[in-house]
């Protein structure tokens, strides 16, 4: 098995919005802001080369939205996912599967694309896409909360092209052993049944924390984004994660820091830390 880091495409959110009731004086220690409370993130993607598959993990936001919707997120930064993985050595035909956390656009939109007469398509022709079954359902009749996040067009057409498929969870395990060679985690505080990848790539575990960890600067627990729909819960599920990833030597990748890639942890008395700060090429 071979890692790979694949940038999404950068962006901004605000501050604020992104650490919740945490005061930005704390916050923007780690996550500078802006003139405008804008902070620098990232649409870190991972893929996963795994004999004759190869699992790419989320998408980034994709470009095939108006420039009205994109001047809202600032994008800065040259990368894009097709660039990021003809980087890599790969073109989008020969992804065998796509691994959605979740389906706010931030980390779906890649996954389906626009022609050239307007129509949209998915972008990994070859590939299955999976997700989960309540969080289809949660996301396809979205709650007034969330539903500027989850837009019909990059969900739709997964589900009319034939290409989805659903991981069922394990009702009683932490974990829920999957066909795509790695665990994971469904979480409910952010969204309806995100799901966290757990990889385990020969004596190195890493667990992609999408947005139940989407920074270094939210390893803190009370760091909770004002976008999670249920942030106590958030909160509780953080904990637990934090504290099985410590204890079983599991690096964290981050989705959206685009500073940081990877961290191990180390226990302190105010709780789970960082502890070093790497890339994968210096794990692996």
């Not at 050239?116 to 996301?139: Q, R, V």
């Not at 974990?175 to 795509?180: H, S, V, Y």
């Not at 757990?198 to 890493?206: M, Q």
Request: proline fraction near 4%.
């Amino acid at each position: 098995m071979k890692l790979h880091s694949i940038e999404g495409g950068k962006f901004k959110l605000d501050g604020g919005a992104m650490f919740g009731v945490v005061p930005k004086s704390i916050w923007q220690r780690t996550n500078p802001a802006d003139s405008n409370n804008m902070i620098e993130m990232s649409a870190r993607c991972l893929l996963i080369e795994d004999g004759e598959r190869l699992i790419l993990i989320d998408t980034g936001m994709g470009n095939k939205q108006s420039e009205k919707f994109f001047g809202y997120y600032y994008r800065w930064g040259e990368e894009t996912l097709s660039s990021s993985l003809n980087a890599a050595g790969f073109h989008p035909d020969d992804i065998t599967d796509v691994f959605l956390t979740h389906l706010h656009f931030d980390h779906c939109g890649g996954a389906v694309s626009k022609t050239k007469d307007g129509s949209l398509e998915t972008t990994f022709k070859n590939a299955t896409y999976w997700s989960n079954k309540a969080h289809w359902g949660w996301a396809t009749n979205p709650n007034k909360r969330e539903v500027a996040s989850f837009l019909k067009e990059n969900i739709l057409p997964i589900e009319e092209s034939g290409q989805l498929k659903y991981v069922e969870k394990n009702s009683s395990d932490y974990l829920t052993k999957t066909d795509l060679g790695f665990d994971v985690l469904f979480v409910d505080g952010h969204t309806e049944k995100q799901m966290v990848p757990i990889i385990t790539c020969g004596d190195r575990k890493i667990a992609y924390a999408a947005d139940l960890v989407p920074t270094h600067g939210h390893v803190p627990l009370p760091y909770i984004m004002g976008y999670d729909v249920r942030p106590l819960l958030s909160l509780n599920e953080k904990e637990r994660f934090l504290d099985h990833c410590y204890e079983n030597n599991i690096f964290l990748i981050f989705e959206h820091d685009p500073n940081v890639e990877l961290a191990s942890l180390l226990k302190t008395e105010k709780g789970v830390r960082i502890d070093k700060k790497l890339n994968l090429s210096e794990l692996f």
